[in-house]
């Protein structure tokens, strides 16, 4: 069981890393480059693909995550799950403290401002996820040594 975990949890939060980096260099920046008119609809069209895209794996991660600290895998200190778990814990509060009030913003239409405060405080979810996966890969070489 212990690995199946690990696979899940290494799996999910690599795709996650993925798609945080894409969003915060590409798709968040692009919100400022359309017409006011068309904003809605495209932030509309976004919001309904991204979520389906990223809610599966998002719950994924976290029930691994904890599940890993209850069961940590031998050879790997569990100390790192627990800071792995925080990480996941720090993503999540900020993406429903944060990101999901900002999208709610600009769902009613383009706002500079809350597209700037999108932009800047998804940095916190991009660093959080970069850190972790980092350490799901610390994971991954330290359950496959011999």
């Known amino acids: ?63 691994s995550a904890v599940l890993l600290v209850v069961f940590p895998p031998d050879r790997i200190d569990p100390k790192l799950f627990w800071l792995g778990l925080v990480l996941t814990l720090i993503v999540w509060v900020s993406t429903f403290l944060a990101q999901v009030p900002l999208h709610e913003k600009l769902a009613r239409g383009f706002d500079a401002r809350a597209h700037s405060r999108l932009v800047h405080s998804n940095w916190l979810r991009t660093v959080a996820w970069s850190l972790r996966g980092g350490l799901v890969f610390y994971f991954a070489w330290k359950a496959i040594r011999f």
């Open 1 to 63: 069981m212990e690995k199946i975990l690990l696979l899940l949890n290494i799996t999910a939060t690599l795709f996650l890393t993925g798609v945080v980096w894409t969003v915060q260099l590409v798709q968040y920046p692009f919100f400022s480059r359309f017409e006011s008119e068309n904003f809605t609809k495209y932030h509309d069209e976004y919001r309904f693909w991204i979520t389906p895209i990223v809610a599966p794996p998002m719950i994924v991660e976290i029930i």
